[in-house]
């Protein structure tokens, strides 16, 4: 059975996640007063990273996350200000960061009207919803799934039923997951018997134990596979 339904991650595939993270932070410094150097982004991104995995483990909650990445940022960086604070300014300027991965507008516009598309995602509501509503890639999407809303993140099975349910539970043969995450991503749809497309622009080793469907390094390489 040709394809029916695309189901798209965000951050990372089709939002550059890195250069919106890098202008709020940035901003944020900014608006807090704190001289901003580059080691800051770089210690941010560590920290951040380690607790969005304890995040896709159920190890920590979202609520958690949104503050505790940043005063554990301020512990290392010894500077004293209000992570909570710091935090609500952040998440505003990234609301506000539409940057789109190369491809990603042209590959849409092109699938827009053939296949019907959906977003998921592990993001925080208030900025995904901000961040789409003011993309031009809004259009070409029926519904956005949000961990958060759902109760349940990616890569979960949980999520995918609730994912599935929401769009009208088609056969399984007729989805294609298409993300950059290993762990939530493409984990997640295999779990869930998913055919998959691994969005792997840096040309990471393909982990052996994962019998990912496709595998492309540009977004519009798409284009190909559901033409064939």
Not at 27 to 42: D, N, Q, R, T
Not at 139 to 147: A, K, L, N, Q, R
Request: hydrophobic share 45%; aromatic share 10%; proline share 4%.
């Amino acid at each position: 059975m040709p394809y029916q339904w695309l189901l798209f991650d965000a951050d990372g595939t089709l939002f550059d996640y890195q250069a919106g993270e890098e202008m709020a932070l940035l901003k944020a410094f900014e608006a807090a007063g704190i001289p901003f150097l580059p080691e800051h982004g770089e210690i941010y991104a560590e920290v951040n990273a380690a607790l969005w995995h304890l995040f896709e483990k159920g190890q920590v909650t979202l609520k958690d996350l949104r503050v505790t990445r940043f005063s554990q940022l301020f512990d290392r960086l010894a500077i004293k200000t209000d992570a909570q604070q710091f935090s609500t300014t952040y998440l505003h300027f990234l609301g506000q960061a539409t940057d789109l991965i190369p491809g990603a507008l042209e590959t849409l516009q092109k699938l827009s009207g053939h296949l019907r598309m959906v977003i998921i995602t592990n993001g925080i509501s208030e900025v995904q919803r901000s961040r789409l509503s003011l993309s031009p890639i809004n259009v070409y999407f029926e519904d956005i799934f949000i961990s958060e809303e759902i109760g349940v993140s990616k890569p979960a099975i949980a999520y995918f039923e609730a994912v599935f349910a929401g769009i009208g539970n088609p056969p399984r043969e007729s989805v294609l997951v298409i993300g950059d995450s290993l762990t939530s991503d493409m984990r997640g749809a295999l779990n869930y018997g998913l055919d998959t497309c691994w969005f792997n622009p840096h040309g990471i080793q393909r982990p052996e134990d994962m019998k990912i469907s496709y595998e492309i390094k540009q977004l519009e390489q798409l284009l190909s596979i559901l033409q064939n």
